[in-house]
């Protein structure tokens, strides 16, 4: 069984149903709309009324309503045709910005994750010695009592303990 007769139990044959009859129904609305026309058009020549100008007001609603069962009747393929035709372009889509940005997406997650880093190790300082943690503001390890300076990597200058960058050369710790 089929997913539309577990939703809509006799959904192929009121399809297969519109599929005949929309059509059907719209090439009747089409031949008496012609007639009509052909017979008002063709009355011009003379003194006499068309004789059949009354078919174009019977074929011009028998081809609305064969033209929009029609349409109920193909609907779903022709969703189906234009998701195939819409989905690729929606990935290239995708593709294409996801590869344009993401230089930027990892310089955000460096930043993001160098901004976490520094939440949590910010509000303390390890101690050189013991590896206490200590208030950053703090001159002394709480544990050991040790002097706590930061030591800079480049030029070997010892700085606060709550310094951010090198008192010597600048460089940020």
Not at 31 to 58: A, D, I, K, M, N
């Amino acid at each position: 069984m089929s997913e539309e007769e577990k939703i809509n139990p006799g959904h192929t044959q009121v399809r297969g149903v519109l599929r005949v009859m929309g059509p059907l129904i719209l090439l009747v609305g089409i031949l008496f709309t012609v007639v009509g026309l052909g017979s008002f058009f063709s009355s011009f020549g003379g003194f006499e009324p068309p004789r059949y100008f009354w078919c174009g007001f019977v074929g011009l609603p028998l081809m609305f309503v064969g033209a929009v069962m029609t349409q109920v009747a193909y609907v779903g393929a022709i969703a189906r045709y234009h998701a195939g035709e819409i989905a690729p372009v929606g990935k290239d889509t995708f593709n294409y910005l996801a590869e344009g940005t993401q230089g930027g997406v990892k310089t955000m997650a460096s930043a993001l994750a160098a901004g976490l880093s520094e939440g949590i190790s910010g509000d303390k300082i390890g101690c050189p010695q013991c590896g206490n943690a200590n208030d950053r503001q703090a001159k002394f390890c709480d544990e050991c009592g040790s002097a706590l300076s930061k030591s800079c990597s480049s030029c070997g200058e010892v700085n606060d303990g709550d310094a951010k960058f090198c008192d010597g050369c600048g460089t940020a710790f």
